[in-house]
């Protein structure tokens, strides 16, 4: 997402906008990415008071997350560690996004199999992200596909937001917003392991 015209006018304003003012309030990449898991670690809170805090607090953990890398490179300290630390963190705020959302499912919206259908759609999403890491531990260059995690949260932010603005129609844009969201990041780990395969040209093992 990040080659695409909105990812680069985004990334643009991150830049010009925001950064100037971490760095003078001594904001460092670490202190960006724990930001962005504290944020996403309020999420569920946020969907308990309302929709519009939960997607504020996604959105915001988003950016910060964003922001951690940007500020590595201008302050000159990227390093090995420091992004292995900001993957991890990222599936720790992916599961709290998707747990957040889980929230409106009670307690009149099927709970149960609402909590089935999240852990679904945090299953496929963590299945894009590992299929990714675990291809590249084995010398294989794996990205792409539709639902990489900045689209994962421009989704859930959006999501949420219909959520907020269509009191009257939660049930519905409940279940139709976890079916799209399962569906296109299934597909996105189903292309991402083709891909995989193809690329690693697989033999079968001598007897």
């Not at 990040?2 to 670490?30: F, H, K, Q």
């Not at 910060?64 to 900001?86: H, I, K, N, T």
Request: with cysteine.
């Amino acid at each position: 997402m990040r080659e695409t015209w909105i990812g680069r006018r985004y990334l643009a304003l991150v830049e010009r906008r925001l950064m100037p003012l971490a760095e003078r309030m001594g904001m460092t990449p670490d202190r960006a990415t724990l930001t962005g898991l504290l944020l996403a670690l309020m999420v569920p809170l946020g969907f308990l008071w309302h929709p519009l805090a939960g997607a504020v607090l996604i959105l915001g953990s988003g950016v910060a997350d964003s922001m951690d890398g940007m500020l590595a490179r201008r302050q000159g300290s990227p390093s090995a560690y420091g992004a292995f630390f900001d993957s991890c963190l990222d599936r720790i705020s992916d599961g709290f996004y998707l747990a957040g959302l889980w929230v409106l499912f009670w307690p009149d919206h099927h709970p149960l199999a609402g909590g089935l259908m999240m852990t679904a759609c945090m299953t496929a999403s963590f299945l894009v992200s590992y299929s990714k890491a675990r291809a590249e531990s084995l010398g294989v260059p794996l990205s792409g596909g539709m639902m990489e995690r900045a689209a994962r949260t421009v989704y859930l932010v959006g999501w949420s937001l219909a959520l907020a603005v269509a009191p009257s129609a939660r049930g519905l844009l409940l279940w139709t917003g976890a079916t799209l969201y399962l569906v296109l990041t299934a597909s996105t780990a189903g292309g991402r392991m083709r891909r995989a395969r193809r690329l690693m040209k697989t033999e079968a093992p001598v007897a």
